[in-house]
């Protein structure tokens, strides 16, 4: 368009833009290529018309406005777009000071991607829309799987649900069932939930029909009936909340198992609060009215849990001038599942500690750890404990980095007080003097292209340890591990507070890595990692025989691991733990994974124990998934011991993902002689899912 008459459009419009600014209840802008007014005072806009309002764009091909009635008349691929809806249509007929109107052959798009279409809305405000002869998918356009099609309908945005009226639920245009009323939420919203369908050796078959309960903003409620062929009818229950100061949820579930012809329950929750002055609460509660409970009923990975732990914590972090630290009060209560009752069960009634740190320079700090607790439990030794740990830390480090020290001293005082009058020593405690020195270093080498780069990292770490015989004491909560990485390099490689090792030990830990890429400019690639580490222990005694039997040689076993990547997507790895006095692997593991960008892998393991190291054992497990096509996806998992020839484990999934819908079968079996059914447990559950409208299954 030439520039003058380009420019004389743009003053009609301004001017217009005035004159409608007197008749809306707010400010409006249009533009189009042709505007004119009819002798009448009718507005008339075509060609590209655009008009703005507030938050709301209406643009058409052609549009006349009427300012005595306040109507706006859009005629030819209208469209208004608001943060509410997308809205097209043939044609629309709109009350400007009230955004009401009608509008025909419309198709309005929510946020979510939802689409209604209908040939004929009317406009009850910017929220609530009534619509006649419609259908409504939340499936991408051009994948529509599934639809909902009626006579009538609300969609109400405020109160967030679709309200139809004789409307059919089909699948590929092809009507499944018939329902006078269908209430669709478009977000939360009270309501009955997608049922769960299954099948198993232990529970028969189950059917659960969850009902959601949006009772309050901040909270809501799901109650759940669990009908069980095998066993009954489950009441299941799951209340949440949510705060400014954080979060809640408590849930149970309660049977009269018909199987073992007994009542049963489960009761779980959590609560994380962040309080003023940094403080912080957070509780969580996990009990069941059995020990074979979980193995009978649960679905996830605590079917094969040991302990259950319920905890009550109060804690605060601490920032001032040069100190810094927490501190924490506790009550923690454990359940054991491999027991026919908690009476001998150490329960913590409660604990307090505390971690303080006062930096005096950089380079010397101050440490003050105390933890005190009272041990709880019906049978057996219990009473209060109270450790206390000051210790000096001195850290130094080269500058540059290449070369790091750590050296600490300080000591550990312990003190019992035991409930049990008949023991001869109601009040024993134990001192320890103890001292530490570590040094680390990188030795590198790159590449004059700067595309290699080899890294030696020599770990040494000498500990001395002055502990008395510990044999004698209460023991609540310590237990000698397996040597790793980890404890490879402590002093005390006792877990707890009742027992701390008596060593003078030299460690040591050697890394060398071998890094690669094919761009300077790119991020370095791990290609090959080698390490190994062994201690050498110049006392060789043991401050407890019951739980660590004393060394017979100075030196430990060597640990040794090697991890090699060849290529992308691609990696071997072994690990072990080898006796060298005795010629003999005591631990081993090997894997193999392979893994791809389009979501494809393979994992492969083994792992082996010998005998004479602790109890045997030897287990080959797989797992992966396979992307057949964009949409068939497999996956399975198999656990096998190789001493019992037996398979723990072994389940397979296929699953169909749809843009709009998803379909799955998981078939799975159990070789574990647990639970009130100690056969083995198999069974399988299905998946089929409809976006925007919910799930069936697990």
């Known amino acids: 368009m030439p520039l003058l008459p380009r420019l004389l459009h743009i003053a009609i419009a301004l001017s217009l833009s005035l004159l409608a600014s007197n008749a809306f209840a707010a400010p409006v802008d249009i533009a189009a290529d042709e505007i004119s007014r009819t002798a009448d005072g009718v507005i008339v806009a075509k060609g590209n018309v655009v008009i703005k309002r507030g938050s709301e764009t209406l643009s058409a091909d052609e549009v006349l406005y009427r300012s005595q009635q306040q109507i706006l008349e859009a ?3 209208v469209v208004i777009e608001s943060p509410q809806a997308t809205i097209h249509a043939e044609d629309a007929v709109m009350q400007t000071n009230s955004k009401t109107g009608n509008l025909n052959k419309a198709t309005i798009i929510l946020p979510g ?3 209604l279409v209908a040939e004929r809305v009317r406009r009850i405000d910017d929220q609530r829309f009534e619509a006649e002869e419609l259908t409504f998918s939340a499936c991408p356009i051009d994948e529509e799987s599934w639809r909902i099609a009626a006579s009538k309908a609300l969609l109400d945005q405020e109160d967030g649900s679709l309200t139809t009226h004789h409307g059919t639920f089909e699948v590929w245009e092809v009507p499944v069932f018939y329902t006078p009323w269908w209430q669709q939420p478009q977000r939360r919203k009270s309501g009955l939930l997608m049922p769960t369908v299954a099948s198993g050796k232990r529970r028969g078959t189950e059917v659960a029909v969850p009902l959601y309960l949006a009772m309050d903003p901040n909270w809501d409620l799901t109650l759940t009936p669990h009908w069980m062929s095998a066993r009954g009818v489950m009441s299941d229950a799951e209340w949440r909340h949510i705060s400014g100061w954080g979060h809640e949820k408590i849930h149970g579930a309660i049977i009269d198992d018909t199987f073992v012809n007994k009542q049963r329950y489960h009761y779980d929750g959590e609560v994380h609060w962040k309080l003023p002055a940094n403080l912080a609460f957070d509780a969580e509660g996990n009990y069941v009215s059995d020990p074979d409970y ?3 009923y649960a679905t996830e990975e605590s079917i094969s849990a040991r302990y259950l732990s319920s905890h009550a914590t109060l804690s605060q972090g601490i920032a001032l001038d040069g100190l810094t630290g927490n501190w924490l009060l506790q009550a923690r209560h454990q359940q054991n599942l491999l027991l026919a009752n908690n009476k001998t069960t150490l329960q913590i ?4 500690a505390s971690n303080m740190q006062w ?14 607790t009272r041990f709880d439990r019906k049978i057996g030794v219990d009473g209060w404990r109270m450790d206390l740990h000051p210790y000096i830390e001195i850290p130094w480090q080269l500058a540059g980095g290449g070369i790091s020290a750590n050296l600490q001293f300080g000591s550990h005082h312990t003190r019992y007080w035991l409930q049990q009058t008949n023991l001869a020593d109601r009040l024993p405690t134990r001192s320890t003097k103890e001292a530490s020195l ?4 990188d030795f590198e080498r790159i590449s004059s292209e700067r595309t290699w780069r080899h890294t030696l990292s020599p770990i040494l770490r000498y500990d001395y340890i002055d502990a008395p ?3 004698t004491l209460p023991n609540f909560d310590s237990g000698f591990g397996q040597l790793t990485w980890s404890s490879l390099l402590s002093g005390n490689r006792f877990a707890g507070f009742d027992r701390i090792e008596k060593s003078n030990r030299i460690s040591m830990v050697l890394e060398s890595r071998l890094q690669h890429k094919s761009d300077a400019e790119q991020a370095a690639r791990d290609l090959l990692i080698l390490r190994g ?4 222990d110049q006392r060789r005694v043991s401050v407890d025989p019951a739980l660590q039997a004393a060394p017979t040689r100075p030196f430990s076993n060597l640990l040794a691991e090697a991890i090699w990547h060849p290529a992308a997507g691609f990696h071997l790895s072994a690990r072990g733990q080898y006796n060298p006095a005795d010629r003999y692997w005591a631990t081993g593991h090997a894997n193999a994974g392979l893994y791809s960008s389009s979501g494809n892998a393979l994992n492969i393991g083994y792992a082996y124990t010998d005998s004479r190291y602790t109890t045997r054992a030897q287990t080959i497990s797989a797992n992966g998934s396979l992307r057949i096509t964009d949409r068939w996806h497999v996956a399975a998992n198999w656990q096998y011991d190789t001493l019992l020839k037996l398979s723990q484990q072994t389940s397979v999934e296929l699953k169909y993902q749809h843009p709009c819908w998803t379909m799955g079968v998981e078939g799975y079996r159990t070789n574990r002689p647990t639970g009130t059914n100690a056969a083995a447990s198999y069974g399988f559950r299905i998946l089929l899912e409809f976006k925007g409208l919910g799930s069936v299954g697990s």
């Open 75 to 77: 005629r030819g691929h």
């Open 113 to 115: 991607g939802e689409r």
């Open 294 to 296: 979980l193995a009978d």
């Open 349 to 352: 009634l409660p604990r307090a």
């Open 359 to 372: 930096e005096v320079t950089p380079n010397l700090l101050f440490h003050l750890d105390q933890q005190t």
């Open 438 to 441: 570590e040094i680390r270093s």
């Open 469 to 471: 015989d510990q044999s």
């Open 533 to 536: 580490g062994a201690s050498y």
